[in-house]
């Protein structure tokens, strides 16, 4: 693997699940949370203009040609990002998980032997600090509710849970960039990632899911049935007028 294609696919990351947050504009429970997951949307979206404009300068597209102008089988990013949330509580679980894994992955970033990518990475962890906090706060509102919000919570985290591997799962193709100090070791993060997320879910009283089955395919292109059509309804403006200017 490329740095350009581990650029490409970290700008991937951020590009879907920003613009799955995006789809709860309008439809969160109040107006002050609607706004809170718009801008968390936001945060992600301006990640990956980051780091497809890095992509550029490493001689790939420009930005909206990564963002609109590939299919499904193109796009590089981890499946967990890319599901749709069936309710409040999927999109608060979700967030949780990749929000605890971007706390040390970008931290470990941030030390990359390659100063524009540490750049980037340390500009997006005081973000996803932040982010961290909220979600870790949602989980045990919920969590920690009412019978109804507990139930919702725990079978989200259940229906999820088989997509977190996928975020420490080692690309053999990765193994160059890591051994150079470029990238971190994910499944050196995997640890520490457990113990935050078992203590957060002791406090929400939920309980860990059993091991199981777990993602895997993302970096190559592989990805479940969700990506297409959110892919189809994001790009079709630009699809629809090519080369336009606004």
Not at 157 to 181: I, K, N, S, T
Request: proline share 4%.
């Amino acid at each position: 693997m490329s740095l350009l294609e581990a650029v490409v696919g970290l700008g991937d990351d951020a590009l879907v699940l920003g613009q799955r947050l995006s789809e709860w504009c309008g439809k969160s429970p109040w107006l002050e949370e609607d706004l809170a997951m718009a801008n968390t949307a936001l945060d992600f979206l301006g990640r990956a203009r980051l780091l497809y404009g890095y992509a550029e300068r490493l001689g790939g597209c420009d930005e909206d040609a990564y963002a609109f102008q590939r299919d499904a089988r193109a796009f590089t990013n981890l499946q967990i990002y890319e599901l749709p949330c069936a309710d409040f509580a999927s999109a608060c679980v979700r967030q949780f998980l990749v929000d605890a894994f971007d706390a040390l992955h970008l931290e470990g970033l941030s030390a990359s032997a390659d100063a524009e990518l540490a750049g980037i990475a340390a500009k997006a962890r005081k973000e996803a600090l932040y982010h961290r906090r909220r979600s870790a706060a949602w989980l045990v509102r919920l969590g920690d509710g009412t019978a109804e919000s507990r139930r919702r919570m725990q079978q989200a985290l259940e229906e999820l849970w088989g997509y977190h591997g996928e975020l420490f799962a080692p690309v053999a193709a990765e193994a160059r960039l890591v051994a150079a100090g470029v990238l971190p070791d994910r499944a050196a993060l995997r640890p520490p990632w457990l113990e935050a997320v078992t203590a957060a879910l002791g406090e929400a009283t939920l309980e860990l899911p059993a091991a199981g089955w777990e993602a895997d395919g993302g970096r190559q292109g592989l990805h479940t049935e969700h990506l297409a059509p959110m892919l189809a309804e994001m790009q079709h403006l630009h699809r629809s007028h090519p080369g336009a200017r606004w």
